[in-house]
């Protein structure tokens, strides 16, 4: 198999920092945060990164299928988590050091806990609004009270991280910027 060339296409409204390890062909939309030192490896197929998504320091993010990764629109990627799942869907929250297989699918509103390890042995598709939390990884399903303020929050917190890591970082333009 040949190597895949290293292609970033990274939306012009887009945030990465140029501390910031990309392999592959990687899509980056916009509003998207990247912080430094974060990860994005698109070893077999390509990684699509949809708008408004915070991607923080030492998160990991792995494709390796060949089938397109896709990820949704206004997702947090806490510190040093590692996602290897081939679609996430929107508003979803991968907790500190959590780290997700990839035989995961991740629909709507999940949130997995912080150090919580998703590793089923077949393929699995998270329902809308589960909750993956404790050293156990028990599951919950979250009635979605709060849903809205959750989602304002999370578009503040993207908002000034666009504004303040230009001010004291060097930042990274795409291929087709």
């Known amino acids: 198999m040949p190597p895949i060339r290293d292609k970033f296409t990274i939306h012009s ?12 062909d990687i899509t980056i939309g916009p509003g998207t945060v990247v912080h430094p030192k ?32 896709r990820v ?26 959590a780290r997700i ?5 991740i629909s709507n509103y999940c949130v997995i806990g912080a150090a919580c390890l998703v590793v089923p042995t077949d393929d699995e598709t998270l329902d809308d609004y589960t909750s993956i939390f404790g050293p156990a990884a028990e599951r919950r399903t979250w009635s979605g009270r709060g849903r809205i303020q959750e989602a304002d929050l999370r578009l ?19 291929d087709g910027a």
Do not use: W
């Open 13 to 24: 409204r887009a945030v990465v920092c140029q501390d910031v390890e990309l392999k592959g």
């Open 38 to 69: 974060a990860t994005i490896f698109a070893i077999a197929g390509p990684i699509v990164i949809g708008s408004g998504c915070v991607i923080e320091e030492a998160a990991i993010i792995v494709n390796r299928r060949k089938e397109v990764m």
């Open 72 to 97: 949704g629109d206004n997702n947090l990627f806490e510190i040093g988590c590692r996602v290897e799942c081939p679609s996430v869907g929107n508003f979803n929250t991968i907790s500190t050091r």
């Open 101 to 105: 297989h990839y035989t995961v699918r």
């Open 156 to 174: 503040k917190h993207a908002e000034y991280l666009r504004e303040m890591l230009p001010k004291f970082n060097r930042l990274r333009r795409g």
